[in-house]
């Protein structure tokens, strides 16, 4: 246990709410998944269970289960959308380790080899770039 309680006002619980919006790319009973507006990559998504958990050291490990496989099947999705030669999966667990949201999340980046990962600064990116994204995405996980 990480010994902290989960803020159910974090930005991620919010959207999956509906109170702010976001690019999503896949959604089933469990888990969420949606552009990053910050990417580090062209194709950064982020994928978060639907249960509230602040991270994988308070996460239910049934709900663990069942969000690994969606990271698996973005993964796969987004390597192809983005024609990328891998995918970086990156997970924070509390401060000191990167989190700076508090609501657990898995980062798939799909990467190519010759361009390095951007900082994950304050600059978002442009809205239509994000759906145009989010878009090639949706379009990977259904063919």
Do not use: C, W
């Amino acid at each position: 246990m990480s010994g902290q309680s989960y803020d159910d006002n974090n930005i991620f619980a919010k959207i999956l709410r509906g109170e702010i919006p976001a690019y999503r790319v896949y959604e089933d009973d469990h888990t969420v998944a949606f552009m990053d507006v910050m990417p580090q990559a062209p194709g950064h998504l982020l994928v978060v269970p639907k249960a509230p958990s602040r991270n994988m050291l308070d996460a239910d490990p049934a709900v663990l289960s069942k969000i690994i496989q969606v990271v698996q099947k973005l993964a796969l999705a987004a390597k192809q959308a983005f024609e990328a030669d891998g995918v970086t999966i990156m997970q924070f667990n509390e401060a000191a380790a990167g989190q700076t949201v508090y609501h657990l999340h898995f980062h798939v980046v799909p990467r190519s080899e010759s361009t390095p990962l951007r900082p994950h600064s304050g600059q978002m990116e442009d809205g239509d770039i994000l759906k145009a994204n989010a878009e090639k995405v949706r379009t990977a996980l259904a063919g």
